[in-house]
């Protein structure tokens, strides 16, 4: 059974950093794209970021390039998303979802791939941040 577990999350101030953490068991894929997600609310659940498990590509939505980073440890089943530069606007429950055989890109200049192609989901971290 797959199982995703979001952790890190909390308050902090804007201008801040917090470093999510996601813990992947119980899939044997090979090849698997790993998204980050968020949903605010009475808003739709929008992708973040994306790690491509084949050659460690990323993806990046454009509101968080360049403040969020994500990595992961393979040893460890693990995939980070650091996040820098906090904004209020950022403050949402955050998701990292995993998905088989399915590329991070596309094709270049557009973003991550969106929840609907994602099947395994964590239960979400709670992000706010504060003005």
């Known amino acids: 059974e797959v199982q995703l577990v979001e952790s890190g999350g909390g308050l902090v101030q804007a201008g801040g950093s917090l470093r999510l953490s996601c813990a992947a068991s119980?899939?044997?894929?090979?090849?698997?794209?790993l998204g980050w997600f968020r949903q605010a609310p009475g808003k739709e659940r929008e992708a973040v970021s994306c790690?491509?498990?084949?050659?460690?590509?990323?993806n990046y939505a454009d509101s968080v390039k360049g403040r969020f980073t994500v990595s992961s440890n393979s040893a460890k089943n693990m995939v980070y998303l650091q996040m820098n530069s906090l904004k209020p606007e950022d403050t949402a429950v955050y998701y990292c979802?995993?998905?088989?055989?399915?590329?991070?890109?596309?094709?270049?200049?557009?973003?991550?791939?969106?929840?609907?192609?994602?099947?395994?989901w964590g239960q979400g971290t709670q992000v706010t941040v504060s003005s």
């Open positions: 119980g899939f044997t894929f090979d090849d698997y794209a």
């Open positions: 979802a995993v998905e088989p055989w399915a590329p991070c890109s596309v094709e270049p200049g557009v973003g991550p791939p969106p929840q609907y192609d994602f099947d395994y």
């Open positions: 790690i491509d498990s084949s050659d460690g590509s990323t």
